[in-house]
């Protein structure tokens, strides 16, 4: 599969506070190869989905998102342009070189602060590939398990991209292993990261600070008091 990618990056504003367009358009070979997108500042506005013919946007309503009713349209006439383009490089490079860049080890993490028995969600990254995407393989104790929901690739302003995907940890365990595995073109085997739960336990530190703090006060108490006799006796 070749791959050919225009990726148009727009500043706006002052040098203090300003804002960057970024407009994504990809071609390959396959015709389920393709993409156009775009976003600002790095959040993707919308993205056209040639499987249903139409622009889809990503951002919430109450996030007051930009609408495009035309770009659809115009997604599928750089589709066109793309395509020439991309026999004229093949034609002139005497094919194109596949670019591979392997993710680096997935990051994981959990959403919230575990709790014994308390659902959460165990979030895993990958970041710095490319071609998109990867694939996601989670296990719990060495067993595996289905992944809850994985994420589109989002571009960054360096050509990679990142993705995220997650699993729900319904009554979480201390001592359970978890892993996330990437697969890649540009990995010769899985990148793949441990988790095991374990609980933050109850600190001491504060218990201790109050002992000692009480401790102290009544030795001044008593200290206090013996002088105070001590006084009254001299008069």
Known sequence: MKLLVL???ILQGSAQDFQEDMYITACSDSDADKEDMYGLTGEVLYNADFDQKKEVYTLPKFGDPMECPG??????GNQG?????????REALKDLPLQLDPPGAPLLYPRDHLRPSK????????SGFYPAPVNFTWTRDGLTLSSDSVSQ???QS????????????LQ???GQVYSCSLEHPALKEPATRLWTVQFQKPSLAPSVFCAVGLTLGLVGVAVGTFFLVKGNECR
């Open 119 to 126: 659902p959460n969600t165990l979030v895993c990254e990958a």
């Open 153 to 155: 690739a989002y571009p």
């Open 172 to 174: 979480p365990e201390e």
């Open 158 to 169: 360096d050509g990679t991209f990142t993705q995220f995907s997650t699993i729900e940890l």
């Open 81 to 89: 342009i793309c395509q020439g383009n991309l026999n004229i490089v």
């Open 7 to 9: 990726i148009l990056l």
């Open 71 to 76: 770009c659809y349209g115009l997604a599928v």
